[in-house]
């Protein structure tokens, strides 16, 4: 594996960590506590062109590498998770289509989204569908030279202020998974609607929200990939969309880890800096090994997803580890800030609400360990 830097890469990163800096941390605050859209990260993060990181250049996009994406998302999600969420779920949009889509699909949809004029989303989740992925209920039939869509999705990550959405639907229950398939659906296509905004307990701005399709008629030439070929995508696409919500989780440990650290050297106890103690020491030492791992996973699933290698074990790991890292240190940061820590004075507070949102999202963690588990089963 090789982690080096490009020149090209190098340039993006310097002018990813500026916004970040400059622009992105000091509003994420203000972001969560109005729980409003961070409209002008997302136009900012388009001005340079981020959302095209991975597309080719023929259709609009820089023509990068996913390690490349993987190490911009993660300073964004450092500065703002809800803004690296955002980020994250116009992958799960772009991802497949340029994986399954057509032509047609590819130069119709894959310009706006690389040049941030369009966001997208992906939306496989239902009331009685998360973690059995299989057990979609929205239905699609053929009709007309098309199809139609009637159901519900749920938690969909960019309702609402999305533009373009892949949806799961079932052709066939009989078939269970087998009968699923994958349709590109644009806003404000008739029978296509939005419903509940789901109150969290933290990322607050971030838009999760109910679709409803009735009766909701699509052409045919919106069927991404072939029928009944709906569960494939959709696990590749959370399989890529996996390093994504790692990284999202590792951004938020790095920030929580930045601010424990930065306080333990400046609070002042018993005559000298809690830094001083054994106790917060092996905190922070324990803080800083986790995040390490937890970014060497997510890289080299980035890496091996570039090489056109197998990378779903690496990307379940990576989610794993991170999730369930930025929960510990994020934890912990609160109790080395003490009574601070519990004050929305301070981040960190937010940090630990933001941070359990990732051992869910993407697979839970217990999915993830019975992906992991088949996986070096079969090796």
């Not at 890496?303 to 890292?325: C, I, P, R, V």
């Amino acid at each position: 594996m090789n982690f080096d830097l490009s020149e090209e890469q190098k340039t993006i990163l310097e002018l990813v960590e500026e916004v970040s800096e400059k622009e992105i941390a000091p509003a994420a605050d203000q972001v969560a506590e109005k729980g409003e859209f961070p409209q002008k990260n997302v136009e900012k993060l388009a001005s340079l062109d981020l959302f095209g990181i991975t597309i080719p250049q023929e259709y609009g996009g820089l023509g990068m590498n996913y390690l490349t994406w993987t190490l911009v998302a993660e300073r964004i999600s450092q500065a703002c998770a809800t803004t690296g969420l955002i980020f994250g779920a116009n992958l799960l949009c772009t991802f497949p289509l340029l994986n399954f889509g057509s032509e047609a699909q590819k130069k119709k949809y894959l310009p706006p989204l690389a040049r941030g004029e369009a966001l997208g989303a992906f939306a496989l989740t239902e009331p009685e569908a998360g973690s059995d992925a299989g057990n979609v209920q929205t239905t699609a039939r053929k009709e007309k030279g098309g199809y139609v869509l009637d159901g519900n999705k749920i938690f969909i990550t960019n309702g609402e202020v999305a533009d373009i959405y892949i949806i799961i639907a079932n052709l066939d229950k009989k078939r269970g998974a087998r009968g699923l398939a994958a349709f590109i659906v644009e806003k404000g296509t008739e029978g296509f609607s939005f419903g509940q905004h789901f109150k969290k307990m933290g990322l607050e701005a971030l838009p999760n929200v109910e679709l409803i399709f009735n009766n909701c008629w699509i052409p045919e030439e919106n069927l991404l990939g072939k029928e009944k070929r709906g569960f494939r995508i959709a696990m590749q696409t959370f399989a890529a969309g996996r390093i994504g919500v790692g990284i999202g989780a590792l951004g938020i440990a790095e920030a929580a880890f930045q601010k424990a650290r930065d306080y333990a050297k400046e609070r002042i106890q018993f005559g000298r800096p809690i830094s001083s103690f054994q106790a917060v020491q092996h905190i922070l030492a324990e803080m800083a090994t986790r995040i390490e791992a937890a970014r060497y996973l997510l890289y080299k699933a980035a890496w091996l997803l570039d090489q056109g290698q197998n990378f779903e074990k690496y990307a379940s790991m990576g989610k794993l580890y991170a999730s369930e890292a930025a929960m510990w240190v994020t934890t912990k940061a609160v109790q080395v800030l003490g009574g601070y820590g519990y004050m929305k004075d301070y981040p960190v507070e937010r940090y630990m609400r933001e941070a359990k949102l990732f051992e869910i999202i993407e697979g839970t963690s217990e999915i993830q360990r019975n992906i992991i588990a088949n996986i070096v089963l079969r090796e």
